[in-house]
């Protein structure tokens, strides 16, 4: 196993995407500045273009706009800060709050570009490949006990962004941190466009009357339930950011912090299957997923050599 993994994370050199900055108008941007103000940029272009089929536009456009600059800020004030911790604080804060934000923005311009839903496509694929429906067949394991665990699985990963950041920062330094963030937030920005360019329902929204086994559990499965119900809206389905990220989280604490890896192989495992477990994702958005964030990956030490010739030019 861990010969594949070291491919998808080579040793690269200590000034890659963490310290390299670009400078505009004074404010120094890092790789993973321009990541996630270029994912906000996006959707907010595409609200200005297909402004008037979009309910609120311009009120979203001018909510971009104020927290890109708030991030900017966020840049600005952490390369102040004097403290290590206070620095750490800022952009735990900082980029994990923007990819949040950045998230929701997809739903409305899911089907502005593209004006039909792919389930259909993706439901014949999957029945072509497995012989059965997937996300049907699982039914036939399904246990409140099994439900609480994999629910538990799928509502931790939000728990997981911050506390993965903090475990690389302080066992391996801003680097270590800085190359999490830049996985995460170009895996997500590949995510959302992949969102925009083949929209997906998911399996609720297409064949919720399919069901026949209700997931029952307990706490967790309320709360993910909750979840489902208030925080997350139709489509944003493949690829699947919840693999995405989540491969990206496990890789990352491989070459980061080894003990940490391990700890987290069987949530990020059952992650996989909670997401077709738990109807929030076909098979194919999940596999998608996993493949986003491989991908997103194996061109990291790429991009990072692209990002330090542009900062070396500045010189």
């Known amino acids: ?47 200005v273009i297909f402004q008037a089929r979009l309910k609120g536009a ?14 900017c800020v966020s840049i600005w004030l952490q390369q102040r800060a004097s403290g290590r911790i206070l620095k750490f604080a800022i952009r735990m804060t900082a980029a994990p709050l923007m990819i949040a934000y ?36 699982i039914e036939k394991f399904i246990s409140p006990a099994l439900t609480e665990w994999l629910m538990f699985s799928y509502i931790i990963y939000f728990i ?35 969102a925009v360019l083949f929209p997906v329902a998911g399996p609720l929204f297409k064949i919720a009357d399919q069901y026949t086994v209700p997931l029952k559990g307990y706490f967790f499965t309320s709360l993910g339930e909750y979840v ?18 989540a491969t990206v989280m496990w890789i990352m604490a491989y070459k980061y912090h080894r003990p940490t890896f391990y700890a987290l192989s069987p949530i990020v495992i059952s992650i996989y299957i909670a997401t077709v477990y ?7 958005d999940s596999v998608f ?16 050599k692209a990002w330090d010739r542009r900062a070396d030019r500045q010189r």
């Open 228 to 245: 489902r119900n208030n925080l997350q809206a139709i489509g944003s389905s493949l690829p699947s950011p919840h693999c995405a990220s």
């Open 1 to 47: 196993m861990a010969e594949p993994i070291e491919r998808l994370c080579p040793e690269a050199p200590a000034s890659t995407l963490q310290g390299r900055r670009v400078f505009v108008l004074g404010l120094g941007f890092q790789a993973t500045d321009v990541v996630l103000i270029g994912s906000l940029l996006f959707c907010t272009s595409l609200t």
């Open 102 to 137: 950045i998230f929701p923005l997809v739903s409305p311009l899911q089907l502005m570009i593209f004006r039909n839903w792919n389930d259909d496509l993706v439901l014949k694929a999957e029945h072509a490949v497995f012989g059965v429906q997937p996300i049907i067949w």
């Open 278 to 284: 738990c109807r929030y994702h076909y098979v194919s």
């Open 160 to 194: 997981l962004y911050p506390l993965l950041c903090g475990i690389l920062y302080f066992k391996r330094g801003e680097r270590g941190m800085e190359e999490y963030l830049f996985s995460l937030g170009l895996a997500n920005f590949l995510c959302n466009l992949g």
């Open 289 to 304: 997923g996993i493949l986003t964030a491989l991908g997103t990956l194996l061109i990291i030490p790429s991009l990072a």
């Open 58 to 71: 311009w009120a979203t456009i001018a909510t971009n706009i104020i927290v890109g600059l708030l991030f």
